[in-house]
């Protein structure tokens, strides 16, 4: 390789070589470059774009319908049942199992079959079909509150707040119907203990009655009868339960 008469004299006088500037590239190159390139570049984005807008136009819409629900906890009164006292309780009982058994039942299969039903207008549903709407139900509580969003995504807007609402008003029949049954048996077996309270009182009355033939003793107050005042507890019990009925 030959050097040029520059570099030669810089070697002989022990100086660094030096090596030619590389030519700057200048935007007018890089602008003729791309010009080139023109027909190559549109194709390309013509490309993408066509392929993002079959991709989009080939994807199925979803929608999404929501409803809130305020979930109560179940009131003492209520649950008047043998051995549970109605009285005031100030033991704490943490109220997050059964939120918990709440949104349980939200996304169940027993209420999912409820609402197929009523939809479709008829009792008897296929499994497929509940499992299939059970599917598309979420339940997202809110925090810090007593409320639950229930939402179902469905690609018909229609169907999708259809079922939504569907299943917001069964959880609230279903929530009233187990309600009843519960009052029920506590009101049987209020009236079951008050049969029974009634025989004792009898029974003692009897006894009181003949024990005050036998020794010729006086008779008792009323209110210092525990038999009877237990008799009039178990009265205002059953009379609050048909209260909370009604």
């Not at 929530?175 to 009843?180: H, K």
Request: hydrophobic share 40%; aromatic share 6%; net charge neutral.
């Amino acid at each position: 390789m030959q050097t040029t008469e520059p570099q030669r004299l810089l070697r002989d006088a022990g100086g660094p070589a030096v090596r030619p500037h590389a030519p700057e590239i200048h935007l007018r190159d890089r602008l003729s470059v791309f010009y080139r390139y023109r027909f190559v570049a549109a194709l390309a984005f013509l490309l993408v774009l066509g392929g993002a807008g079959l991709r989009a136009y080939s994807q199925t819409p979803l929608y999404r319908a929501t409803v809130r629900l305020l979930i109560e906890l179940e009131d003492e009164r209520s649950l008047t049942m043998e051995g549970v006292s109605t009285s005031n309780n100030s033991t704490y009982v943490d109220p997050e199992p059964y939120f918990q058994t709440q949104y349980r039942i939200l996304t169940g299969r027993d209420l999912a079959r409820r609402v197929v039903a009523k939809i479709k207008g008829r009792d008897e549903v296929t499994d497929g079909a509940v499992s299939d709407f059970a599917s598309h139900v979420a339940v997202e509580p809110v925090r810090a509150s007593r409320l639950v969003d229930v939402g179902f995504v469905s690609a018909d807007p229609v169907l999708a707040a259809v079922s939504a609402n569907t299943l917001a008003e069964e959880y609230v029949q279903q929530n009233l119907e187990l309600r009843r049954q519960n009052m029920e048996r506590s009101l049987e077996w209020l009236a079951q203990e008050l049969t029974r309270q009634k025989t004792i009182v009898e029974a003692s009355e009897r006894a009181m009655a003949q024990y005050r033939e036998d020794n010729d003793a006086l008779s008792l107050e009323d209110r210092q009868n525990i038999v009877i005042s237990r008799l009039n507890q178990m009265n205002e019990a059953a009379t609050l339960a048909r209260t909370i009925r009604v």
